[in-house]
């Protein structure tokens, strides 16, 4: 099956944004779904938003820690799934990843069959 691709991450002060990108050539983003996860150093992972597609208009969920900082969308043209992260905390420092499923029912990793291999998001000073 094919592996899911993350890009964006690096270095930012706090305050600061990022824009990650999950490149999902071989997927259908009309009709898979994608999620981005997050998982600090000795955490567990944790949404940070999810993406599905539905019959009248995509379906996002967001995750408590990000929620109103970050927005996820399609880019059909590059058939990716972007995450806009604003207002960057320190807190927000771990490795996001990107992981897609055919059926989504929860915004929750053990939801996703495959995953990307990760891009270092760190925000420091």
């Known amino acids: 099956q094919f592996q899911p691709v993350e890009s964006g991450g690096g270095v930012v002060q706090p305050g600061g944004s990022l824009r990650l990108s999950c490149d999902l050539s071989g997927y259908d983003l009309n009709t898979d779904a994608v999620g981005w996860f997050r998982q600090a150093p000795g955490k ?13 208009r995509d379906r996002t969920d967001y995750g408590p820690s990000m929620k109103g900082r970050v927005t996820i969308f399609k880019d059909h043209a590059k058939n990716t799934v972007d995450l806009q992260m604003n207002s960057l905390k320190p807190e927000d420092t771990g490795i996001y990843y990107c992981g897609v499923t055919s059926l989504l029912a929860l915004c929750v990793p053990t939801a996703f069959d495959y995953w990307g291999q990760g891009t270092q998001v760190t925000v420091s000073s």
């Open 44 to 56: 567990g992972r944790e949404a940070v938003s999810c993406i599905s597609a539905s019959r009248d």
